[in-house]
DNA sequence: CGCCTTTGACCGGCGC
DNA sequence: GCGCCGGTCAAAGGCG
């Protein structure tokens, strides 16, 4: 079977120490991006669905400068397939003063549209064909030309595509018996509680044959929610966490009390500078930072409306403050094998598949 | 009291 | 089939 080969891993980590194959072949169809899907994917499994980055940081372009991306980036498509996927990635933490992001995938392999559902502004960008896999999913580096004014934007791979169609795999898996998703993060945390947004009830604990630390189950507190997380020690670097997720949230977020007296938003400006900075450094093919918030639906129609997982529906509760740190931490330690050094490519020790 | 963790028992899948 | 291993149950206790 055609796989991708990718390794959870800190940078500060060598050798990797997980591998992660994805077969390429089930996110070919265009209909494997469904609702159920989306809904049973990691975005169902813990509040990351607005974590990550705009289409602009997404592009390596300042939010400020969007009317610019607009400007050079703006052949229309006429018309959308009826099966259209509206994959929002809505960038800072949901918040009405946030533009809102979808990227609409269309038939046609090239081409990719992304709409700011706020200016209702369209674009239009052709992407590079040698796009592995679907519509949505950028798994390497692509490129987004625009042949009309010469530019060329490359895309950096989106640690969230990953982690999505790592929980598809998942999903997918056969051991998985009752068909959930199933992802897990790496984390470097002293603690071992991942503060994830919601609650949960420990459950079991069990003592690992091929570890020394225990590992710890969880069930979600919310009655007739069937979510599970486990948190174990890294047996290679204690210093780090292995939080496995299983299962979907039949509930939204628990509102977190009391709301931090900041300002809305998964950064601040210090902290976006810097991952604009190390965007750039990334370019290189070296790594990729935080992934992509994003989130699709499944439309029947040709319209271009944005569902947003996590809009704040006026409550002004729906805030996950401590999160903050968090969000960029929950995809940072995974990368691409791709673009990553060449000895990664070889690598010495026999990973341990997820 | 309500809700949580603790903890040994239980149990099912899987490999030998 | 049997025993190991890991996931879950549930009784009991802790704590505010
Ligand atoms: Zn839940």
Redesign the pocket.
Known sequence: MNTLSFFLLSPKLSPPLFSLSIPTTITNDINFFNDTFFDKSLFGLINVADFGLSLYEWLGIAEEDASLVERRVKHLLPSLPPNAIILESSGIVAHSQNPVISIIPTNNPDVVVANNSNTNNTVGLKRSATSIVSENVNLRGDELDDEQNNITIRLKLRESTMALIAATMNMNN??N?NNLSKFTFLTKSETENLEDGY?????????????PFQ?????C?TIGCNA?K?VERCLNDPTYALTTY?GFHTHDLPPILPPPSRSFGLYNNSTLSSILSRGRSIQKGVASNAGAGARARYHTNNTITSVNARTDSGSGVNNIGSLENIGIRLFEDIINLSSVAPQYHHHRHQPTSL
Do not use: F, H, V
């Open positions: 056969k051991r018996k609650k949960w009830r420990k459950y079991g604990k069990k003592s690992l044959k091929k570890s590992r710890n189950y969880y069930r507190t599970k486990r299983e």
